[in-house]
């Protein structure tokens, strides 16, 4: 049987570094942001992620593009 698939909206996620916990591990809060527009480049959700980046006060881990879809 064939499998189809159906491309859902991509989404944008940064992590940040908020700090150690009381046993010393990282605490890793992250943004998502929905909806990324089909046309965006990864160049375009880089600039956008790195402009979000600028409001933040904490460091930056990671940043996703994360891609969504339904196998059928």
């Known amino acids: ?7 859902n909206p991509s989404v944008l996620k940064i992590k940040f570094d908020c700090g150690l916990n009381d046993d010393g591990k990282t605490i890793v809060k992250s943004r ?10 990864s160049q375009d959700i880089l600039d ?6 600028g409001l933040q ?10 891609d ?3 196998l059928n």
């Not at 929905?34 to 480049?41: C, F, G, L, P």
């Not at 956008?48 to 980046?53: D, F, G, S, T």
Request: hydrophobic share 50%.
């Open 48 to 53: 956008v992620a790195n402009a979000l980046i």
């Open 57 to 66: 006060n904490h460091d930056v881990l990671e940043i996703l593009k994360v």
């Open 32 to 41: 998502t942001f929905s909806n990324v527009a089909d046309n965006a480049t």
């Open 1 to 7: 049987m064939a499998v189809s698939e159906t491309k």
């Open 68 to 70: 969504n879809t339904i």
